[in-house]
Antibody, heavy 120, light 109 residues
Framework: QVQLVQSGAEVKKPGASVKVSCKASGYTFTSYGISWVRQAPGQGLEWMGWISAYNGNTNYAQKLQGRVTMTTDTSTSTAYMELRSLRSDDTAVYYC?????????????WGQGTLVTVSS | EIVLTQSPGTLSLSPGERATLSCRASQSVSSSYLAWYQQKPGQAPRLLIYGASSRATGIPDRFSGSGSGTDFTLTISRLEPEDFAVYYCQQYGSSPPPTFGGGTKVEIK
């Protein structure tokens, strides 16, 4: 079965960077893209960006351009999301999600989420 | 960026009732690229509907999606206790990039 297992919670100071991992299993990693979505406490979902696990092409949300980098390691079937210059409003649960089998772009499988807390 | 506005913000209904959730887009969305998700507290979202009207694998047929252009609807025909949750719409075209609506909370009346 498809599984996405994310790394554990992080606490960071303002200005620092965080790198969240998402290890995939149960399917051919390079056949589907991975999106990253975040959710601030008590708030809605925010799309952050997408990476093709096939060729590494990326598409980032404009508001995060220059601060976010998404990568993949096909040898370990793992996707990564790095966010730099952290601010307090980056405090959120960060999810990785895989394209559904039926419609690329809709998110059929999700990781369990990683809480990133930015606090001085 | 396509802005998705969901209404109402909160829907108070009883089990067995029909729920109708709206998602309105600031510009036309290809109906091939509109999805609905359900999220319960402490859980990741779950895909319900893709392509505006196709149910994802394992989703009960009491969930249905409809609409086109700028107006889309998620209908839950008869609310079950496990359906009380927050629902989000998402447009997932590549250009403009994907966006989510603000969510509708379906709560027990």
């Amino acid at each position: 079965q498809v599984q996405l297992v994310q790394s554990g919670a992080e606490v960071k100071k303002p200005g620092a960077s965080v790198k969240v991992s998402c290890k995939a299993s149960g399917y051919t990693f390079t056949s589907y893209g991975i999106s990253w979505v975040r959710q601030a406490p008590g708030q809605g979902l925010e799309w952050m960006g997408w990476i093709s696990a096939y060729n590494g092409n990326t598409n980032y949300a404009q508001k995060l351009q220059g601060r976010v980098t998404m990568t993949t390691d096909t040898s370990t079937s793992t996707a990564y999301m790095e966010l730099r210059s952290l601010r307090s409003d980056d405090t959120a649960v960060y999810y990785c999600a895989r394209d559904s089998s039926s419609s690329t772009g809709s998110l059929g499988y999700w990781g369990q989420g990683t809480l990133v807390t930015v606090s001085s | 960026e396509i802005v998705l506005t969901q209404s109402p913000g909160t829907l108070s209904l009883s089990p067995g009732e029909r729920a109708t959730l709206s998602c309105r887009a600031s510009q036309s969305v290809s109906s091939s690229y509109l999805a609905w998700y359900q999220q319960k507290p402490g859980q990741a979202p779950r895909l319900l509907i893709y392509g505006a009207s196709s149910r994802a694998t394992g989703i009960p047929d009491r969930f249905s999606g409809s609409g086109s252009g700028t107006d889309f609807t998620l209908t839950i025909s008869r609310l079950e206790p496990e359906d009380f949750a927050v629902y989000y719409c998402q447009q997932y075209g590549s250009s403009p990039p994907p966006t989510f609506g603000g969510g509708t909370k379906v709560e027990i009346k």
